[in-house]
Nanobody
Framework: QVQLVESGGGLVQAGGSLRLSCAAS????????MGWFRQTPGKEREFVAA????????YYADSVKGRFTISRENAKNTVYLQMNSLKPEDTAVYFC?????????????????WGQGTQVTVSA
């Protein structure tokens, strides 16, 4: 089990950038593959990006590929989501998820722990 806290959300204009952070507690962060998901009211949680335990491999949803970058600093127990060229459709609550194992996955059900989310709002 790992505790996760997201931060960095806010209000930006279309075309702008934000950098989200997910800080993890505990001393086993490097054993978790991590992911970012997002959710809007009335919709199910949507996969955004994932990264393996060592940070060498990443995977992105087609909707954000080329605009978002996921990374991690295991020594700081932190995973990041750099969001560039933001669009109004990116507006959502962004959640950080963790799962035990080296493989990255886009399946929400395979993540065992979640943060409380951080709001990202992109205006036109």
């Amino acid at each position: 089990q790992v505790q996760l806290v997201e931060s960095g959300g806010g209000l930006v204009q279309a075309g702008g950038s934000l950098r989200l952070s997910c800080a993890a507690s505990g001393r086993s962060f490097s054993s978790y593959a991590m992911g970012w998901f997002r959710q809007t009211p009335g919709k199910e949680r949507e996969f955004v990006a994932a990264i393996n335990t060592g940070g060498a491999y990443t995977y992105y949803a087609d909707s954000v590929k080329g605009r978002f970058t996921i990374s991690r600093e295991n020594a700081k127990n932190t995973v990041y989501l750099q969001m560039n060229s933001l669009k109004p459709e990116d507006t959502a609550v962004y959640f950080c998820g963790a799962r035990v194992g080296t493989h990255l996955t886009a399946l929400q059900s395979q993540y065992s722990d979640w943060g409380q989310g951080t709001q990202v709002t992109v205006s036109a």
